[in-house]
């Protein structure tokens, strides 16, 4: 397999083959925003259940929420958005083009060559205006992450639910930040969707909380088939941890331009509570039974980026294979990712074949995304199911009239097996449940 795919490759077969469109590319497109095709918003989809089911429904001590995108403005206030958040800003004097000073390698315009300002402090936060006025006082933003709606709703999830800590509040949503250079295809835009917990601790157990979940969080891309030689954990140095961080580490993927943030977990000790009592002037404290104290927990924050999983995923996944005298362009997803499970391929358009083909479709669709596809050879139809990732492929031959089976044949190996189809649906399952539980093939190629 290659270890490293270039990014134009991604990017071309992200568009042929309908995972990522440019956001109003009739129009031009608009810069770093992007729209997820019929085969992207699928992988999209399974990303994030992937994620729900091992952080949410898979354990105890989690639950989940979806906070609103708007949120009253003193909460950015609070965080130290409104103050802080933001980036060094440099604009060129003869182009005009503007571009984040800490990305910048040179001292001149990477466009034109021409002289930099100096740097000022450019907020990255989307401002918009709630009400028929623009005034000042009806001022909202569009949230740039959302950590703050777990954080402010700490006391209604604490009562309604009644858990004890060690307990988590996990989030997925759309957030915001008007980044000043964007770049890389999906890696950082303007309009992104992120996966993450605030995971309520004890003071005093925070740091093993903290190894705990660095650990929960690396092992995941692993189980669902990402490469280890691919994957690092980097340490925040002092001078780099955010105001709020006791510690953190980054999980870091190689990408075609080299190792960068895939997720960070930060301990952010009890700041974000601390400072919400301030600013709103309730108490968002917790009652210890044991010690009849009222404490104020520490929290360890795992964020990830939906699609910054999506480009690691879809880039691990890619492969080009040899294949008589052309390539086989594989995408080797782990079964819970890929945007089809099952692939239903009549070997001709011959009416028979059709109807038993479209009858054993519509029993499959219940159970799995499944795909129906009649155009070509059958040659080609595999390699086209190779190049999304559907991990296995049903053909409906002439035999199949008479013996009523059907060919299976595995994405990894090429291997085909036949099947009785009243038993296809029980196969199938065991066939795709046994890559959801490991690493390993569908079966073996011996």
Not at 349 to 366: C, F, G, M, N, S
Not at 416 to 439: C, D, F, H, M
Request: aromatic share 12%; glycine share 6%; charged share 25%.
């Amino acid at each position: 397999m290659s270890t490293k795919v270039e990014m134009e490759k991604i990017v071309s077969l992200s568009r042929r083959r309908g995972f990522i469109f440019p956001s109003s590319e009739i129009y031009g497109g608009l810069s770093s925003c992007w729209d997820y095709g019929p085969l992207g918003v699928e992988l999209k989809r399974n990303v994030k259940q992937a994620w729900w089911q091992a952080m949410v429904q898979e354990r105890d001590d989690m639950v989940g929420l979806d906070a609103s995108i708007l949120m009253h403005p003193q909460v950015w206030i609070a965080s130290g958005h409104v103050a802080g958040f933001s980036d060094p800003l440099v604009e060129c004097r003869s182009c005009h083009q503007r571009w984040r000073s800490t990305d910048l390698k040179v001292t001149v315009c990477p466009a034109c060559g021409g002289e930099l300002t100096e740097p000022r402090q450019f907020n990255l936060m989307f401002k918009t205006f709630m009400g028929p006025t623009e005034a000042d006082a009806d001022v909202v933003y569009l949230r740039p992450e959302t950590a703050q709606g777990m954080f402010v709703n700490f006391e209604n999830v604490l009562n309604t639910t009644r858990k004890r800590l060690p307990f988590g509040i996990a989030q997925t949503g759309k957030s915001f930040r008007n980044e000043i250079t964007t770049g890389n295809f999906i890696f950082r835009s303007r309009e992104f969707e992120q996966m993450e917990i605030e995971f309520f601790v004890k003071p005093g157990t925070d740091k093993r909380w903290f190894e705990h979940w660095v650990n929960e969080r690396f092992n995941w891309y692993l189980k669902l088939g990402m490469k280890k030689e691919h994957l690092r954990l980097r340490q925040h140095a002092k001078d780099e941890l955010a105001h709020y961080a006791r510690d953190c580490y980054d999980i870091e993927y190689l990408f075609p331009m080299g190792w960068s943030e895939l997720e960070g977990i930060a301990n952010r000790g009890d700041f974000d509570l601390v400072q919400h009592t301030k600013f709103s002037g309730k108490s968002l404290d917790y009652f210890d039974e044991e010690t009849k104290e009222r404490i104020v927990p520490y929290i360890i924050e795992p964020s990830a980026g939906v699609d910054r999983s999506f480009l690691a995923f879809l880039l691990d996944a890619y492969d080009e294979e040899p294949d008589k005298n052309e390539t086989r362009t594989v995408l080797h997803f782990h079964a819970a990712l890929a945007p089809y499970k099952v692939a239903v391929l009549p070997l001709s358009k011959r009416e028979q074949l059709v109807t038993q083909a479209k009858k054993i479709y519509a029993d499959l669709r219940p159970l799995w995304m499944t795909d129906y596809d009649d155009t070509q050879s059958i040659g080609r139809r595999y390699r086209r199911q190779d190049e999304i990732g559907t991990p296995l492929c049903v053909t409906i031959d002439f035999q199949s009239l008479e013996d009523n089976q059907v060919t299976i044949r595995a994405r990894d190996t090429m291997e085909q097996i036949r099947v009785p189809i009243n038993e296809l649906k029980t196969i199938l399952s065991a066939k795709l449940s046994g890559e959801l539980l490991s690493n390993q093939p569908l079966w073996s190629a011996k």
